[in-house]
C-alpha cells in the first residue's frame, strides 16, 4: 500500500458546511463539529479563529491576503480536518508552507495528528543531522519538504502520546528514534533513556527527564534557547493565567507532586523558548522565563 495514498484523501476531506458550528461568523470559512478544540488553528491564524466552549470557531472572517493563507495553513495543519471553505482555494501554497520556520533552525511541521490530538512537532536543521521532535502526520509534501532540508537523522519522542506516524518517519529516513524507557512500551525506539538526570544527546541537545504527564515524559533542550516540553511546560493566554508559564493538572497521568517536582529541574536551564506540543509556544529574554517558571512552580505548588 502506498504510504502517500491517505494524503490526497485527507485533502479532499474537509470539514462538512451542514455539520458547521452555528456560532461562525457566515462566510467563506467555517468549522465544524468535528473539532477536538487541539487550539492549532487559533494559533496559526489567531486572527479569524476563536475559542467557544470546547471547540474552535470562526469569530471573523479572513480579510487580506495573509489572513487567507494563514487560514488556509490552519486547514491543512488541523488533525481531523474540521475547518472548510465553501470557495474554492489553491490549497499548494499552504500545503508547501509547512515546514514553518519558528526562529533561526526551529520549524514548526504542521500536518498534525489525530493520533496525538493535533499536538505540534517540530524540526530543527542543522549540519550535524535534523531532528524532529515528537510525530505529525506522515503526508507526501510534509516528508518532502523535510528531504529538502536535509531529512531526519533523529526524532525525540518527549512521551508516549504524541508518536503518532514516528514509525512511518523511521522507515523512510532511517531516523534514530529516542523516548525515555519508562514511556517506550510498544515502540521500538533505537535509543532509550534511563534515570531522571540530564542526558547529554550531543554538545548541542541536553534531554531532561520530567515526569508527571506520563512516567517517561521528557523535554529537549537545544543550544541553550530552545525547549522543546512536549505536554510538561506551555505558555498560557488563557483567562485567569494570562502571561505565564502553566502546566496542566487535568492531564497528569501519572503524578501532579511528580510533575511540579520535575519542573524544578528546568531552573537550571537558561532558555528564551518555551515550544510544547500542547499549548502555547513563546519567546521570552531568558530571565524572564526564568521568573515565570519559579511562578509557576510555586502555582502548581497551591493547586
Known amino acids: 500500500m502506498d504510504p502517500f495514498a491517505s494524503f ?18 457566515p462566510g467563506d470559512f467555517f468549522v465544524d463539529d468535528t473539532c477536538i478544540d487541539c487550539d492549532l488553528c487559533r494559533q496559526i491564524a489567531p486572527s479569524v479563529f476563536r475559542e467557544d466552549s470546547d471547540h474552535s470557531i470562526v469569530y471573523q472572517q479572513p480579510v487580506t491576503e495573509t489572513d487567507v493563507r494563514k487560514s488556509l495553513m490552519a486547514l491543512i495543519a488541523c488533525p481531523t480536518g474540521s475547518i472548510g471553505t465553501r470557495e474554492k482555494h489553491d490549497l499548494k501554497p499552504a500545503i508547501d508552507a509547512f515546514p514553518d520556520r519558528v526562529d533561526e533552525n526551529v520549524y514548526f511541521c504542521g ?49 508516549r502520546d504524541d508518536v503518532a506516524d514516528h514509525e512511518k518517519f523511521h522507515a523512510h529516513f532511517g531516523c534514530r528514534r529516542i523516548i525515555h524507557r519508562a514511556d517506550a512500551r510498544g515502540i521500538e525506539a533505537e535509543e532509550l533513556l534511563s534515570g531522571d538526570g540530564p542526558i547529554e544527546l550531543d554538545p548541542e541537545l541536553l ?16 543550544r541553550n534557547k530552545y525547549l522543546f516540553t512536549g505536554d510538561h511546560l506551555a505558555w498560557s493566554e488563557r483567562r485567569g493565567r494570562p502571561g505565564r508559564l502553566v502546566a496542566f493538572r487535568d492531564v497528569a497521568w501519572y503524578s501532579w507532586p511528580d510533575q511540579t517536582k520535575s519542573m524544578e529541574r528546568l531552573l537550571d536551564l537558561r532558555f528564551e523558548w518555551v515550544l510544547p506540543g500542547h499549548g ?24
Open 8 to 25: 490526497a484523501a485527507r485533502i479532499v476531506l474537509m470539514a462538512t458546511p451542514n455539520r458547521a458550528y452555528l456560532e461562525n461568523t
Open 111 to 159: 500536518f498534525a495528528s489525530p493520533n496525538s490530538y493535533g499536538a505540534a512537532s517540530y524540526l530543527i536543521v542543522r549540519v550535524g543531522g535534523n531532528v524532529l521532535i515528537d510525530s505529525p502526520r506522515f503526508t507526501r509534501n510534509l516528508v518532502r519538504r523535510i528531504e529538502e532540508l536535509g531529512g531526519i537523522r533523529t526524532m525525540f519522542l518527549t512521551h
Open 207 to 222: 534531554a531532561v527527564p520530567v515526569p508527571g504527564h506520563t512516567r517517561g515524559s521528557a523535554v529537549l533542550f537545544y
Open 280 to 303: 502555547r509556544r513563546a519567546h521570552q529574554p531568558a530571565e524572564v522565563m526564568h521568573q515565570k517558571l519559579l511562578d509557576c512552580i510555586e502555582w502548581m505548588k497551591t493547586i
